[in-house]
């Protein structure tokens, strides 16, 4: 039996790899241990429903700010990811299980106990699933505006990338607020990064959103110290802005263990400023760029300081 506590069974196309040691984290990076009241009531609600969250699949470092506040991403359709990518600490390998039709049931309920504002919904990537777990999604969304009709729904999904065209439509025609999907990292290190997508189906994926429902937040997220140099990070704010996308994230890449992608460098507040400066001065909506910024981080606060930007453009 696979014991996804175990790094080397989390990751077995990693275990014989080598080690990449980090470096020493900078006095920026680090964060609190989650403790308080908050993080432990979000944390049984999540056991009692028997769902996963991303905040402790991907380790996230600001689960404890979080969860303390009663914020948690949901992750759907299973805790075992088809792809590989280097940077992500969830689990990879074949699901050992179908898709749960009850979850988007459970999901719907644990968001209405918790009183959320704003939710996010991701997963892992279904490759083995035709359409990538597209109507899994829907039917999440559904369930949400039943159960939580005053929520806003934010949706992180996979790329969609061996299904047909429909299933992107599907997503849509359920009508989240927000749509993001992450282009993760510049084109020129896909291949050792994100070795299973590609960078522009990625963005093209996001440019179709927008033509299927102009209507609708498009959102989409970079990590930087992986490697890549400023101007290649410039290109990509381009890149996304040629696609109509509303909202960039970018953040600081953390290395889950030793046997994952290395940390290049660890990217100075003052170079996250200067990234925040130039995404609006090419016109995003909204624009996080801070070392602990993560997609979701803050993400109920930003959809409500998206919609203030896009009134105020409008006139």
């Not at 790899?17 to 979000?42: F, L």
């Not at 689990?91 to 999901?107: H, I, S, Y």
């Not at 937040?217 to 996304?240: C, H, N, P, W």
Request: hydrophobic share 35%.
């Amino acid at each position: 039996m696979r014991d996804l506590k175990i790094s080397e069974q989390r990751h077995p196309e990693k275990a014989k790899g080598p080690d990449n040691p980090q470096p020493k984290k900078p006095a920026w990076i680090r964060v609190k241990a989650p403790v308080g009241q908050g993080y432990q009531e979000t944390r049984k609600i999540m056991r009692e429903h028997k769902l996963v969250t991303v905040c402790e699949e991907a380790g996230c470092p600001n689960v404890g700010e979080c969860w303390n506040q009663g914020h948690a991403t949901m992750m759907i359709m299973g805790e075992v990811c088809t792809r590989a990518c280097t940077f992500c600490n969830i689990a990879t390998g074949k699901p050992p299980e179908g898709l749960d039709a009850f979850e988007p049931g459970r999901v719907a309920d644990a968001v209405k106990k918790l009183g959320l504002n704003h939710v996010v919904v991701t997963s892992v990537d279904r490759d083995d699933i035709k359409d990538g777990g597209a109507e899994h999604f829907a039917q999440t969304i559904r369930a949400l505006r039943k159960q939580a009709p005053n929520t806003t729904i934010e949706i992180l999904t996979p790329d969609f990338i061996r299904c047909d065209p429909e299933a992107l439509e599907v997503v849509v025609a359920a009508k989240p607020d927000v749509f993001n999907h992450n282009l993760e990292t510049v084109p020129g290190l896909y291949p050792e990064v994100r070795p299973g997508a590609r960078y522009y189906h990625s963005l093209r994926l996001l440019q179709r959103v927008k033509e299927l429902d102009p209507t609708m937040f498009t959102k989409s997220g970079i990590m930087v110290g992986l490697g890549e140099d400023r101007q290649a990070v410039y290109q990509v704010m381009d890149d996304m802005r040629a696609a109509n996308i509303d909202f960039i994230t970018i953040g600081q890449y953390l290395q889950p263990t030793l046997k994952h992608h290395r940390v290049d460098r660890f990217v100075t507040p003052e170079e996250f400023a200067s990234y925040e400066q130039a995404a609006k001065g090419k016109g995003f909506l909204m624009v996080s760029a801070t070392p602990l910024t993560r997609s979701s981080y803050h993400a109920g606060d930003d959809f409500a300081k998206m919609q203030k930007a896009r009134l105020a453009a409008n006139g």
